[in-house]
């Protein structure tokens, strides 16, 4: 059995390319409208016993290491790593001594920046729920709650009751205040031996890559007395670029398929409230990284 057999064997295709077209059942098989062209009439099937999908419309089948290569543009050994790390698909070692698999230093490093913004976004976002003054400030632009949802929209807490409370969180879940200084969230205070973060007392705007997955964020003040600058951003780093970056893709990517064009648009706000209301295919630039 190769690296591509044994993702195979570890997850239903339906359940992938359900995430990306609606199915229904017609009788063996599974049909709906192609993901990959617009179509009136659904020609796209889904074989759950043969693991395989085809539409009849633009001639487009295979497993599902090649749809999710189709649709994420991608390599087929990005698409069945792309599906490991969503589906916490354990490598065995054999795949990883034959060198078949990518375990180098960066890839584990890659892996614990991005998990680190993860948890801190998923944390971010319980902590907007339970700090009213920062809710409060959210919905007062018109952001309604399934909003705040789609796009993990939070608030990271000041002072170090804050800190104590991430680091607490992080540590519970296998991550260390290390590994949270390496990703550029928190930073060694200059003037005592504590840590702070710059993203202390903001709304935070969690940024994803076009595969969903957290790489950086947004943050900006609220409260009138606060004097800093309106917004800080995460700063580049070896797994993050502004410049390759547009926000909300992950999310606006299949209506930009569905539409064949799409809204661009300068900032995260611009971005959340045209979805809001129902222009589901824009995306936005990363400020200052548009020349």
């Known amino acids: ?33 192609c993901p990959f062209h617009q179509e009136r009439t659904a020609s796209f099937t889904v074989s759950p016993g043969k693991e395989i999908f085809y539409c ?9 290491i090649s749809f999710v290569s189709k649709i994420e543009n ?19 070692d054999e795949y990883i001594k034959a060198g078949v698999w990518d375990h180098e230093k960066d890839s584990r490093s890659e892996k614990i920046y ?9 944390w971010c976002h319980q902590n907007l729920a339970a700090h009213n003054i920062a809710l409060d400030y959210v919905k007062s632009r018109g952001i309604s709650e399934k909003t ?59 940024i994803k890559d076009h595969l969903g997955r957290f790489c950086a964020f947004g943050g900006r003040i609220f409260k009138p007395e606060d004097t800093r600058a309106k917004y800080y951003n995460s700063h580049d780093h070896s797994f993050f670029n502004k410049g390759s970056i547009l926000f909300g893709l992950d999310i606006a990517k299949k209506s930009i398929q ?3 064009n799409v809204f661009l648009v300068e900032g995260y706000m611009d971005a959340i409230m045209m979805v809001q209301y129902g222009f589901t295919n824009t995306i936005a630039t990363l400020g200052t990284s548009c020349t």
């Open 56 to 64: 009849f419309g633009c001639h487009v089948g295979g497993d599902v």
């Open 258 to 260: 569905q539409h064949e």
């Open 74 to 92: 991608c390599s087929q050994i990005e698409s069945a790593k792309l599906i490991s790390e969503k589906y916490s698909i354990a490598i065995p």
């Open 114 to 122: 991005r998990n680190c913004h993860e948890l801190v976004a998923n």
């Open 1 to 33: 059995m190769n690296i591509f057999s044994f993702i195979k064997s570890n997850i239903s295709i339906l359940d992938i390319i359900s995430e990306y077209t609606t199915l229904k059942k017609a009788g063996g098989y599974y049909k709906g409208s």
């Open 148 to 206: 705040i949802s789609n796009f993990t929209i939070g608030y990271f807490p000041i002072g170090q009751q804050g800190i104590k409370s991430l680091l607490n969180y992080c540590k519970d879940r296998g991550v260390l205040a290390q590994e949270l200084i390496q990703s550029n969230i928190l930073m060694e205070s200059k003037h005592s031996n504590g840590l702070y973060s710059p993203f202390e007392d903001r709304i935070i705007f969690p």
